[in-house]
């Protein structure tokens, strides 16, 4: 009887000093959260061209004019290259990775940074481009077109409507019914570098007052 009242108490003292114990800590998870790319960082750097669709038969890129177009993404800017021996053109860009289709937004600069001005209807309005972008991979999907034209909605190449409008000092003059291509292009990295501004030559002309 005895030894049985000291078995009880035992037991019943191993489950107090039990329940004083905290109970073991989870396992930590060795693998890493991966980190979120946005689409402003899968952008950057160099691109070539590997694909130019413009929905007419007629007017097909060759392979020499693609192999020398580069296009340089650099934070908010975008440098573009249709040539290395030509002026190139620089561009604030905007994305929204919200919408369906993603838009991206390209407002054209001038030497000094700032927003280059277009005069439309005798008003001054920043020289705007309006696109939609995909990424397909590895490959950037652009459906592009003028500043003239409205952003599209599809990627879906479609050759221009009419002939373009004349831009005089006061507007644009004609182009009553023209509607401008909508170009697909398809782009691909490259670790080539973006070619340096090509050096202007001064003027040796006559300079008339």
Request: with cysteine.
């Amino acid at each position: 009887m005895r030894a049985a009242v000291f078995l009880l108490l035992a037991i019943l003292l191993g489950f107090a000093t039990g329940c004083g114990k905290s109970p073991p800590a989870p396992p930590s998870d060795p693998t890493p959260t991966p980190r979120i790319v946005s689409d402003k960082d899968r952008l950057q750097g160099v691109w070539t061209v590997e694909s130019w669709e413009n929905g007419d038969p007629k007017e097909k890129m060759t392979e020499e004019e693609r192999a020398i177009v580069r296009v340089a993404f650099e934070g908010d800017k975008m440098r573009f290259a249709e040539n290395p021996k030509q002026r190139q053109d620089k561009l604030a860009i905007s994305l929204n990775e919200g919408a369906d289709p993603k838009t991206i937004t390209l407002t054209q600069l001038d030497a000094d940074g700032q927003p280059r001005q277009v005069t439309i209807a005798g008003k001054n309005l920043p020289n705007r481009s309006e696109w939609i972008y995909k990424f397909d991979g590895e490959i950037l999907v652009l459906a592009v077109t003028g500043p003239e034209g409205k952003r599209p909605t599809e990627f879906k190449a479609k050759p221009a409507v009419g002939r373009p409008p004349a831009f005089g000092p006061k507007g644009p003059i004609g182009g009553e019914g023209f509607v401008p291509a909508v170009d697909i292009v398809r782009l691909k990295k490259t670790n080539e570098p973006f070619p340096d501004e090509p050096k202007r030559e001064p003027f040796r002309g006559t300079r008339i007052k």
